[in-house]
């Protein structure tokens, strides 16, 4: 239990550290538009995009995304009503939250998970991309930490669960 007591701790500093200063403010308007390309709409415009033009290519870019998340989306439901772990602003009064999340549990996140699950493919299909997606998804998380509805070990989770998905769902697909 120590050291469970020990990550809270850190990501209680962590968030304080993020959210409490003068710039949180202005940074949170940037964070809103960031976090707003993981809400899902731009995968559908990406997986579209690859499926109608680049052939056999795209066709397998969509197939390992949709198989992705749907091995990624009840793992993330059942965390998140299993572990049920509040959201920064509900464990300390000095973190802010600069917007409603959808749910009400924060452990994993799954704005990040999406991210670096479509990090991942796409940087499986087209690796010059590569770079460019995982620092994208790598913003979309921090984001989350910068509106105040996750902490540092949420984010890091969701990562390593959207990335996990996307390794299984290649080694089924054989990509």
Sequence with gaps: MRSIESIAKLDLAFSLFCLQNRFC?????????VSHTGDGHLYVAIGLMAFFFDGENGKLFLLVGLLSFSIELPIYWLAKNVFKRRRPPELSTLIPSFITPSDRYSLPSGHTAA?????????????????????????????????????LTDVLLGACLGMACVRWSLQWVGG
């Design 25 to 33: 403010y202005p940074i949170s308007r940037l964070s809103k538009a």
């Design 115 to 151: 991210a670096f699950l479509m990090a991942g493919v796409i940087g499986h299909f087209y690796p010059d991309s590569q770079v460019f997606a995982m620092c994208w998804a790598s913003l979309i998380a921090l984001s989350r930490i910068l509106l105040g509805v996750h902490f």
